[in-house]
């Protein structure tokens, strides 16, 4: 593991702890907890970043098949991160402390898009190792508008990943009735769109920093 993704790490741990401090500290004033779930949101967008560093470390052992996988996996939590977006919609505008819950809400948000993006930028440039960049691409495209679908499904349907293994049928029947026909959901369609062309735009800028280290990644050689 080289010095910069410890660095990552070593990042991530004070800045989560910053922000479950700033929370405590609301919750304490306002002798209400109700922000509280903004922990676990942020714990969820903290499984694909863990999850494709992992993936990274032990890449060089990896089977095509076992890193398919394990990428599936990724992509299973990683809509988690780009979700906490939305959780700007909690916001309460006649509350005394609009403007600090705004900030905790942002800062969590920001945070956890960090989390994401920085997991999707190794899933991709993994994708490029054991494959070529052609199908990275594909992958990557998949997995942001996938990603979008299911930041739609978390916030309007109120589903999460977990849905998947407890009532899988029940999962694929309410997204399969809020995608056809497509005449009677063009909603669904533009929110999907709208996400996925916000997640590309991030994604873009996040590579075009990365050329000034912002995003280091030294990926280690496939031995296979």
Do not use: C
């Amino acid at each position: 593991m080289l010095k910069s993704e410890k660095n990552i790490l070593w990042i991530m741990l004070p800045a989560i702890g910053l922000n479950v401090m700033l929370l405590l500290i609301r919750n304490a004033i306002e002798q209400d907890k109700s922000y509280n779930f903004l922990i676990f949101n942020l714990f969820l967008a903290f499984l694909p970043f863990l999850i494709a560093f992992l993936t990274w470390v032990i890449a060089p052992k990896l089977s095509r098949l076992f890193f398919i996988i394990l990428s599936l996996v990724w992509l299973l939590f990683y809509p988690n991160a780009p979700y906490m977006m939305s959780d700007l919609i909690h916001v309460q505008a006649k509350s005394a402390t609009v403007i600090y819950d705004t900030l905790i809400i942002f800062s969590f948000a920001t945070l956890a898009l960090f989390l994401g993006f920085y997991s999707l930028n190794i899933s991709y440039r993994l994708w490029i190792m054991k494959f070529n960049v052609q199908i990275a691409r594909v992958w990557l495209i998949a997995s942001v508008f996938l990603s979008s679908l299911g930041i739609y499904l978390g916030r309007i349907l109120r589903l999460n990943s977990w849905d998947l293994f407890t009532r899988p049928m029940e999962v694929f029947e309410e997204t399969w009735n809020h995608l056809w026909p497509i005449s009677h959901n063009p909603i669904t369609y533009f929110i999907v769109a709208l996400f996925t062309i916000i997640q590309f735009l991030i994604f873009w800028l996040g590579l075009r920093l990365g050329d000034i280290r912002l995003f280091p990644l030294a990926l280690p050689e496939n031995k296979d």
